[in-house]
């Protein structure tokens, strides 16, 4: 009897019911990493002692290095260059708090499950729990800049108010991570928004 009035109340509600299944916490991640792994937010979230640019990723031009504090070596800070908005002279980028991530936020070579894994991280992800690390992505001005990077550079293909939709689903969802089997499923059905 109990689950005729499950099955009852599912039918009743419809679409709901799907969007609180935990695959729909898997696949808002399948669509916040195609963000994250995007040039745009890749030459910044570097394994290396250096940023990169440009959607081949090829070092930074001037042999910029990360520095102690990720804004760069003595003499030669990001702020030298990118500002708190885009150059529209010269092409530069620019958003305000324009620096290297930490180390631990380094995203270059990782799988999505990977990257899902050091997300989740307070240790390494400068002490944000599920709802900062959200309004991270709603409010920061670097991450904002990746919809708009100015110059010729393309942005990310996924508009900015469908990831912050996945963000909330993803985060409302308990943050699930993906492993290699869901990785695969999901690829096989999920392809980002153009």
Sequence with gaps: MKRLLVVAIALAIGPRVV??????????FAQMSAV???????????NGDYPTQGDDRHRHLFRVARGEDNRGAPGMRCSTCHHTANNTANSVPGARGWELAPLTMGWEG?????VCARLKDPRGNGGRDLESLAAHFATDARVAWAWSPGGTRSPVSIPKETFLAAVKTWVAR???????AVQRRLRSSFSPVS
């Design 36 to 46: 994250l792994l995007h040039p745009r937010c890749l030459n910044c979230h570097t």
């Design 174 to 180: 308990g943050a699930p991570c993906p492993n290699l």
């Design 110 to 114: 990782r799988t999505p499950a990977e």
């Design 19 to 28: 969007a609180q299944t935990p695959d729909s916490g898997l696949q808002a």
